[in-house]
């Protein structure tokens, strides 16, 4: 099948994005002493992007870029309202 391998490179690297911004948030939210709340929605949140297709795979990537930049300086917070806004 043409083109299989350009779908699993996008969908590998997709997803390693996810794991990575997900850790970030269930260690963040380990040390705060909090339920893994921002974690598990973040994960729920791309997989229905993702499946939306190619624009949906744009918009969950720009969503992991924003939430890290928001953990990177530990505002849980903020990550929070991104998430929400993008989740409602």
Do not use: N
Request: negative net charge; aromatic residues 6%; glycine residues 6%.
């Amino acid at each position: 099948m043409k083109g299989y391998g350009d779908v699993r490179r996008r969908m590998t690297a997709l997803f390693d994005e996810l794991l990575a911004t997900a850790m970030d948030a269930a260690t963040l939210e380990s040390r705060r002493g909090d339920s893994f709340e921002l974690a598990t929605v973040l994960a729920a949140t791309f997989r229905r992007l993702v499946l939306q297709g190619p624009d949906g795979e744009t918009e969950a990537r720009q969503l992991t870029t924003d939430i890290r930049a928001e953990l990177a300086v530990a505002d849980y917070a903020a990550a929070c309202a991104l998430l929400a806004k993008t989740a409602a």
